[in-house]
């Protein structure tokens, strides 16, 4: 439990500096930024993690290729990597199919010469979920289960990674209007809605979504002793909902829209579910020798 503990004090740490220095570094960076001083918040934060994220998997000695989950040759690393891209990329146009298929979301296609726009969005999106999926992969299913995992077995390191990641992305950093967005400390009252979210029912269905996905992408990082596929599903993933939602829209409308939660539009109970028994599938049959060869390589 000392692992997790460190990680959330860095989470806790990280997001109070950040909100300690938001007013003056909003004031420098103003006329740069064309949005309002909240949205510095959690992206200081991570930068400020850094240090403190090295100080830990030094401590645990996963500071290392192997430690944090790339000590396969490259070549084998990419190839992973790749299948883990084919297969995010299956799953989720499976659920985008489904989605699509209920009525949950709709096709819609702007007016005039949409090939231009699908050919920028598909190019965002690859480097884009490629940079998701190594920089949120190394962290969670590098350093963080590596850690946990030094201390407990793989049951309490599914439950307590996946419980970090799914809570992760819902600290939303709120912002303040009129006089409140002037003053020294107005980077600590933004940071104060930023967990407002987490006393919201309607968050449910997508926090049990992701805490899923952290659960699948542990069950890979288990089995195959490495974070290749996690990387690559993890890309895929990104990939294909920053399309859809680019050419569809969410019709909340329709009696199925139970499906999917309003953290993302796609994500909800129906993605849970088949993550469930996907998670399954891969739990039981996707057995040890990969893991023990990515080691001893």
């Known amino acids: 439990m000392r692992a997790f503990f460190y990680f959330v004090l860095l989470l806790l740490v990280s997001l109070f500096l950040s909100g300690l220095i938001n007013y003056p570094l909003y004031s420098l960076l103003q006329e740069s930024m064309n949005k309002g001083p909240h949205k510095l918040i959690n992206t200081v934060a991570k930068l400020i993690a850094i240090p403190g994220f090295i100080l830990i998997i030094r401590h645990y000695a996963i500071d290392n290729r192997t430690g944090l989950g790339y000590g396969l040759p490259k070549a084998e690393f990419l190839r992973e990597l ?53 920089i949120e992969e190394t962290f969670f299913r590098g350093g963080l289960f590596g850690a946990i995992r030094r201390d407990h077995g793989f049951v309490v390191t599914l439950l307590l990674s996946s419980l970090f990641y799914a809570g992760l992305h819902f600290i939303k950093p709120l912002p303040l209007s009129g006089d409140a967005a002037e003053t020294w400390y107005s980077g600590l009252s933004i940071l104060s809605g930023a967990f407002v979210q987490f006393s919201e029912w309607q968050t449910v269905d997508s926090f049990i979504a992701l805490f899923g996905l952290g659960a699948f992408f542990a069950v890979v990082r288990e089995r195959t002793g490495n974070i290749a596929y996690c990387i690559g599903a993890h890309a895929g993933f990104v990939f294909v909902i920053k399309v859809v939602r680019k050419f569809t829209d969410l019709n909340p409308d329709s009696i199925f829209s139970v499906m999917v939660g309003n953290y993302d539009g796609m994500i909800g109970y129906l993605s849970a579910a088949g993550l469930l028994v996907h998670t399954l599938i891969v739990y039981r049959f996707w057995r040890r020798p990969h893991a023990v060869r990515a080691v001893t390589e």
């Open 82 to 134: 790749l299948r883990g891209w084919i297969s995010g990329l299956s799953i989720l146009l499976l659920l985008s199919a489904a989605l699509i298929l209920f009525g949950v979301r709709g096709i819609s296609f702007p007016a005039g010469e949409w090939w231009p726009l699908l050919l920028k969005t598909t190019l965002v999106a690859l480097i884009g979920g490629l940079l998701i999926g190594f």
